[in-house]
């Protein structure tokens, strides 16, 4: 049920960028999503189709960008790439890491007419 709001809050954002940028119709659109989401890309996809079907978007494709979780360790201080939130620091060993990005969902790009 996760994906199925992330679709919907997907929606009601491209809504208020046509309202305000006053687009009428979406081509496709660009999410980033972290990988520290847990975010399903093939239910959001299936979810995003079934959502947009009575909507400005419904003609859009979505291209969903995994982008690398963040995180800076606490013992060394050193910044890593994480793929989970309970991960070792790769360069001292401890569990230490606190996340900075990698959980968030943002729209990189909406290419619209
Ligand atoms: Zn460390």
Known sequence: ?????????????????????????????????????????????????????DSIAHEATLHIIVSPGQACCGVCNQ???????????PHCGNYALKIIQGGEMRIKELEVE
């Not at 910044?79 to 620091?89: I, K, R």
Request: charged share 20%; proline share 0%; aromatic share 10%.
């Open 1 to 53: 049920m996760h994906e199925l709001s992330l679709a919907e809050s997907l929606l009601l954002i491209i809504e208020d960028a046509a309202r305000e940028q006053r687009f009428s119709r979406v081509k496709a659109v660009w999410l980033e999503i972290g990988q520290l989401a847990c975010v399903e890309q093939q239910s959001l996809q299936f979810y995003f189709d079934a959502i947009t079907r």
């Open 79 to 89: 910044l890593c790439s994480v793929e989970t939130y309970h991960a070792l620091c």
